[in-house]
């Protein structure tokens, strides 16, 4: 099994809303990733959680505010988000940051429009 | 900085064999090369991964040239639910980082 499950597949939100983003997986992984795509763009790394401490923030506006609360949970809270906010924000997963090779599983993804 | 150059765009007919070719002419030795694919509107799928030799799975076969400069992933029986973007990748051994390509779309046609 390499499912990453992702909640809500679609949110729309105003500007002055707080929502949140959620992910789970239950693969015993040790790392777990939060992404943003673009359309027609790859996907851009925003954080990187291992053992359940954020590792790698690609610094992110502080309006997207990740947490890890276990270690098969991450969340991704949102509030204050504009426009151009807007983009598919996937989940992914691996055993660690570090093993040799090691694969990184994705969820389907969370499309979030900012209106 | 992408590592990878793909073409943006390719055919292939229903049934058979779809060839995706992608440079890397500056991996380093320590890199391996990844392609995930990308169906409209879904999360990224892993497909197969090499460093030196080549690979084979129930998805695709992955070639690598000698000098690891170029690849070419290999799907034997292209059908139609094969129709996707398919991301060439490279990745630095034990480090979380994919450097992402900019992606062929591949259109199979019936």
């Known amino acids: 099994d390499t499912e990453v499950t992702q909640t809500p597949k679609h949110l729309v939100m105003g500007m002055t809303n707080k929502k949140s983003l959620k992910c789970e997986q239950h693969m015993g992984h040790r790392a777990m990733y939060w992404y943003k795509q673009k359309a027609k763009k790859p996907p851009e790394l925003m954080f990187v959680y291992s053992y359940e401490k954020l590792s790698i923030n690609e610094s992110v506006p502080s309006r997207f505010s990740p947490e890890c609360p276990n270690s098969s949970l991450l969340n991704l809270h949102l509030h204050a988000l504009q426009p151009e906010d807007s983009a598919l924000y996937l989940c992914a997963s691996s055993q660690s940051l570090t093993a040799s090779g090691n694969t990184i599983y994705f969820g389907e993804g969370s499309w979030l429009t900012v209106v | 900085d992408a590592k990878t150059t793909q073409p943006p765009s390719m055919d292939c007919a229903e049934g058979r064999a779809a060839n995706l070719p992608c440079n890397h002419s500056t991996i380093s030795g320590n890199e391996y090369v990844y392609w995930y694919r990308q169906i409209h509107s879904q999360g990224p799928q892993y497909i197969i991964h090499?460093?030196?030799?080549?690979e084979t799975n129930e998805m695709a076969s992955l070639i690598i040239t000698e000098d690891r400069k170029s690849s070419t992933l290999i799907l034997p029986h292209a059908t139609l639910r094969d129709t996707a973007v398919y991301y060439c990748i490279v990745r630095v051994n034990s480090n979380y980082q994919l450097i992402w390509g900019a992606g062929t779309k591949l259109i199979i046609k019936p």
């Open positions: 090499g460093l030196k030799n080549n």
